[in-house]
C-alpha cells in the first residue's frame, strides 16, 4: 500500500486550533453557509446561473479566509441593488429542525433586506405554525401563509392575483426531494434543494431534467446547498 502525499503535517497543534476555529465560530460558520441567500437572490434578479460559482468566495469570506474571487463583489453589489427594487418571496417547505434552527435564523441574521418568507408549507401542521411564530416573533417581516400541501401553496396567489412566492427552500426528507423539486420547477418556481440531491442517481437526473427544462421555459434558478467543504475547520485540514 502507498501512502497518499501530504502538503505538510496536521499536527496536534493545528488540529486544536482547527478545534477552537469550530468551537468560537460555530454561528459564523452557520451564518457562512446561510449568506449564500445573498447570492441565490443576486441570481434570480439576473438571471444568471453563471454567477452560482462566486458562492465560494462568498463563503470563505464570510468564514474569515481572504476571498479569492473578483465575481464575489459583483454578487453583492447586485444582490444589494435588486433586492432595493424587490425581494424575493420565499416559501419554506418542511418546517423542521433544520429549517427552524438553522435556514430561517441565517434568514433573519443576514438575507431578510433580499428575502421574504411568504410562505410555510409542512404536513405537520404544528411544525408551520412554530415556524410561523418564530417568523412573526423575529420582528424582521410579517407573518407568512400557512399549508400543509405544497400544490396548494404553489396555487396561492394574492388579492392582486401575483403568485405567493417566486421561490423555495425545500428542506424535505431526501426521498421527497424529487417529487416536490419537480412539482415546484413545473409551476415555474426558483428552487433552493437542502443537500443531499437524492439518494439515486435516476432521481438525481430527474431533478436536474426538471431544472433545465424549468429555467428554459420560465428562467427559473436552480441552486443546491452545498456548503461544508468551506467551514474553518475544513479549510484548516485542507491547508494542511
Given at each position: 500500500m502507498h501512502e497518499l502525499p501530504m502538503r505538510g503535517a496536521c499536527t496536534h497543534a493545528s488540529l486544536q486550533v482547527c478545534k477552537k476555529t469550530r468551537d468560537d465560530a460555530w454561528s459564523a460558520r452557520a451564518a457562512s453557509f446561510y449568506r449564500v441567500y445573498y447570492v441565490l437572490v443576486a441570481s434570480i434578479h439576473e438571471r444568471a446561473v453563471s454567477m452560482l460559482p462566486a458562492v465560494a468566495a462568498h463563503l470563505c469570506t464570510s468564514a474569515g479566509v481572504p476571498s479569492y474571487s473578483p465575481a464575489l463583489l459583483a454578487v453583492q453589489t447586485a444582490a444589494t441593488a435588486n433586492?432595493?427594487?424587490?425581494?424575493?418571496?420565499?416559501?419554506?417547505?418542511?418546517?423542521?429542525?433544520?429549517?427552524?434552527?438553522?435556514?430561517?435564523?441565517?434568514?433573519?441574521?443576514?438575507?431578510?433586506?433580499?428575502?421574504?418568507?411568504?410562505?410555510?408549507?409542512?404536513?405537520?401542521?404544528?411544525?408551520?405554525?412554530?415556524?410561523?411564530?418564530?417568523?412573526?416573533?423575529?420582528?424582521?417581516?410579517?407573518?407568512?401563509?400557512?399549508?400543509?400541501?405544497?400544490?396548494?401553496?404553489?396555487?396561492?396567489?394574492?388579492?392582486?392575483?401575483?403568485?405567493?412566492?417566486?421561490?423555495?427552500?425545500?428542506?424535505?426528507?431526501?426521498h421527497l426531494h424529487r417529487p416536490v423539486a419537480e412539482q415546484c420547477f413545473a409551476a415555474g418556481r426558483h428552487v433552493c434543494l437542502e443537500k443531499p440531491m437524492a439518494h439515486e442517481l435516476e432521481d438525481a437526473e430527474a431533478i436536474l431534467s426538471a431544472a433545465d427544462t424549468a429555467a428554459k421555459t420560465h428562467g427559473t434558478v436552480f441552486f443546491m446547498a452545498e456548503q461544508s467543504q468551506f467551514w474553518p475547520e475544513v479549510l484548516c485540514a485542507k491547508a494542511h
Open positions: 433586492a432595493a427594487e424587490k425581494k424575493v418571496r420565499l416559501a419554506m417547505i418542511g418546517c423542521g429542525q433544520i429549517c427552524q434552527t438553522s435556514h430561517w435564523p441565517g434568514i433573519a441574521a443576514h438575507a431578510h433586506p433580499y428575502i421574504e418568507v411568504t410562505a410555510v408549507v409542512d404536513t405537520l401542521r404544528d411544525n408551520a405554525l412554530a415556524l410561523a411564530d418564530l417568523i412573526e416573533e423575529s420582528q424582521v417581516q410579517t407573518r407568512p401563509a400557512v399549508f400543509t400541501d405544497v400544490e396548494a401553496a404553489l396555487a396561492a396567489v394574492k388579492e392582486s392575483g401575483e403568485v405567493l412566492f417566486d421561490a423555495v427552500d425545500i428542506m424535505l426528507p431526501h
